[in-house]
């Protein structure tokens, strides 16, 4: 691998990695350490009885390193029966966010690879997701108030980062869980890998989604200021004749962006139930309300307005 740089990373003096010990957070760790001040957190999920030295044996090894500083985060607490990869997910991004807040960093470096984006794309493919869940992961991507995930290995595989730890005589650790097809991820990359297909090829078909998503972002993002008649904190008023005039897709984003700026959490709802809903709203010749994300959609054609409340606690 030729030397990566890291445009968006100038004037941060220090930035955070998620590193698990594999070879692809190694090596991404190892990279930002060249140039940068690097805050190497690994959490222990402690769902194996040996996660604990695993997570000590890591930062034995980045402790060594110049410019690393290096933090294991535990999940403590009862862990669920079912659904335990999703929960670990959750717990883990709840952990690594907290640390860089009480740190101040503005960017959690993720390790995140072309294979990576494969497994991602035919995952939410499965689940049916739409246009911008189809155009993969993205390499810069706001993730809470004053952080951001940043993944720049994206167009790299994981044999190349292997092949950069070999190089530099980087040591990594093997997780066990990643070849256990009990877990979706480890069954798709056998599925993928028995199948011959490329992840970097299949890069290019990702980054012509990003850009159809990305354009049809700034279309609605246009739409929705030309739409705005009245704004308030929890409540948003727009001309029903402006929106009702797009192409649906179009309609659907201003909704969703409404959503979450203003539903609970800062998330928006599910594409399907949104689609269900503001296709009555697209359509509605009369008064129609809908409630969704913890908010009230009023679409009223005779007063040419569609109001967006969050509801009442």
Known sequence: MQKLIFPELDGQ???????????????????????????????????????????KQVASWLEKWPRTQHRILAWRGKKPKTGIMEA??????ALLAKACKDAGIAYLALAHHADDQAETFFMRLSHGSGLDGLAGMKR????ARNLALYRPLLGHSHADLVAYCKANKIKWVED?????????????????????????????????????????????????????????????????????????????????????????GGYGPRLERLEELAAGLYTAKKRTKATLAGCIMDADPKRNTLKISREAV
């Not at 670990?88 to 991004?93: F, L, T």
């Not at 480890?186 to 297909?197: F, M, Q, S, W």
């Open 140 to 143: 810069v991507q706001p993730y």
């Open 176 to 264: 066990p869980s990643n070849a256990n097809t009990r877990f979706t991820r480890p069954r798709l990359r056998k599925a993928l890998a028995d199948e011959g297909l490329d992840a970097k090829r299949l890069a290019k078909t990702l980054a012509r989604l990003e850009r159809a998503a990305n354009a049809l972002g700034d279309i609605a993002a246009s739409v929705q200021t030309q739409a705005t008649l009245a704004t308030k904190k929890a409540e948003t008023l727009y001309d029903y004749s402006v929106l009702a005039a797009q192409p649906f897709e179009v309609f659907l984003r201003v909704l969703r962006k409404t959503l979450e700026g203003m539903g609970k």
């Open 13 to 55: 003096k220090t930035v955070a990695v998620a590193v698990s010990g594999g070879a692809d957070s190694m090596a991404l760790a190892h990279m930002l350490a060249r140039t940068h001040n690097v805050l190497a957190l690994t959490v222990d999920h402690g769902l194996r009885a040996d996660s604990a030295d695993e997570a």
């Open 88 to 93: 670990a997910r959750e717990a883990r991004y």
